[in-house]
């Protein structure tokens, strides 16, 4: 597990409490949820950080060139969480966990139980992701039954999230 900022002045108490808190939050999403947990980047950022690596880890991830993911703006269809201050998406060494730190400090302990959630989702259906995201960036288009398949397991992920969130966010 990695813990890194991007374009991010300031928060020294935040980065360092997250550097203390997210091991722990990932063994209790491990204790909660089985599965195996692929490698995890925690990127703490500014959201328009969180959209600048959000984007780049996706392109790298599915292996589209630069020029199609470098404009790109996630959305709610690139990242499982709806949350417009923190997303966990592919990358090409597993995931990365998107943090823009100032809009989540009210969240914070939510955050870091609920995207390992994801990080576990998203591990777990690998190949459907870089699928979907090949059909987001239009170079291989899903056929309409998989991409509502796809959908609805993306609903579903973010209501398991959600549960297990609040289940543990009393134990962190």
């Known amino acids: 597990m990695e813990i890194t900022t991007y374009r ?22 491990r204790q909660a949820k089985s599965g195996p947990m692929p490698r ?8 328009e950080g969180l959209q600048e690596v959000g984007a780049e880890s996706i392109g790298r991830a599915v292996g589209v060139p630069r020029s199609v993911w470098e404009n790109d703006v996630l959305h709610g269809e690139r990242g499982p969480s709806a949350r417009p201050y923190a997303c966990t998406v592919i990358a090409p060494h597993g995931v990365d966990i998107l943090i823009a730190v100032r809009e989540a400090l009210d969240v914070l ?37 998989r991409l509502r398949r796809t959908h609805q397991r993306r609903r579903q992920d973010e209501a398991e999230a959600q549960r297990i969130e609040r289940r543990l966010l009393s134990r962190l």
């Open 109 to 145: 302990d939510g955050v870091l139980v609920h995207e390992p959630v994801h990080a576990l989702q998203i591990g777990r259906a690998r190949r459907d992701e870089v699928a979907f995201m090949l059909h987001e960036y239009g170079v291989q288009p899903l056929s309409p039954w």
């Open 40 to 47: 995890i980047r925690w990127v703490l950022t500014t959201l």
């Open 8 to 29: 991010l002045s300031g928060h020294r108490d935040t980065v360092r409490y997250v550097r203390d808190t997210a091991p722990q939050a990932v063994r209790l999403v």
